[in-house]
């Protein structure tokens, strides 16, 4: 599974593509891999006619077209789909980013555009963790709302804090019973941080980047 997922919702001539693009490019120059999926709507298949990879495909089976430069593999989407689907499509990938769709578990960016007011969004505010917008009195509702706001040039602000902050190598686990910490090894702590950081995100009122201190005890 990736460690980050960021979704992007917008209308069209936003500038969704091209914060995406520059996200891609700035974790490229990390070192950091990254897969990167756009949704669409029109019909019809990707496959060209008569082609020997079409045919493959029409008869039934997953196929690949594959040169010396690049491949390109056609698979059937299923009815639904969310994160496990895009992280399957990139098994190596440490960040996945999902234009035109919200997936689980995911960053959810709304790109404004052109739009100065809420009612000229793609979609209300709510429900969403970060706006991209260059318009300040946007901006000021967006972060009233809870939101982070950053302007179409700072992709790299955005990177540093939601796809690459707060990962293992910067975030403590800590687990105590009784009030005794409990040993945890890499596997554990991983596995505890990505449940509880993907359960408490979608949360109002949450600084994902903060302690996150959950209490479990017996009930009084």
């Known amino acids: 599974m990736s460690d980050r997922v960021a979704s992007f919702i917008g ?9 995406v ?3 891609v490019a700035g974790l490229f120059a990390r070192g950091i891999s990254v897969g990167a999926v756009k949704c669409v709507k029109h019909d019809g ?3 060209l006619p008569g082609k020997d990879s079409s045919r493959f495909f029409e008869a ?3 196929s690949a077209l594959v040169s010396d430069g690049e491949t390109h593999v056609v698979r059937r989407t299923p009815p ?3 994160r496990a689907y895009a992280d399957s499509l990139f098994p190596g990938a440490s960040v996945v980013l999902v234009e035109g769709r919200v997936v689980e578990g995911s960053a959810r960016v709304l790109v404004g555009g052109p739009a100065r007011d809420e009612e000229s969004l793609k979609r209300p505010l709510e429900g969403f963790d970060v706006l991209i917008t260059e318009h300040r009195g ?3 509702r967006a972060q009233a709302s809870g939101l982070a706001v950053f ?5 790299e602000a955005f990177i540093d804090r939601f796809l690459i902050g707060g990962t293992m190598e910067t975030r403590q686990v800590t687990v105590t019973t009784g009030g005794v910490e409990v040993p945890i090894n ?4 991983e596995t505890i941080e990505n449940v509880v950081v993907g359960l408490v995100k979608p949360l109002k009122k949450t600084d994902i980047d903060g302690e996150i201190v959950i209490r479990i005890g017996p009930s009084k």
């Not at 209308?11 to 914060?19: E, I, M």
């Not at 302007?151 to 992709?155: I, S, Y």
Request: proline letters at 3%.
């Open 186 to 189: 890499a596997f554990i702590k």
């Open 60 to 62: 039934g089976a997953l």
């Open 151 to 155: 302007a179409p040039g700072e992709t």
């Open 138 to 140: 946007l901006a000021e």
């Open 21 to 23: 693009e520059a996200c």
């Open 11 to 19: 209308w069209s001539n936003t500038g969704k593509t091209g914060f």
């Open 45 to 47: 298949s990707f496959n």
């Open 80 to 82: 639904s789909w969310g």
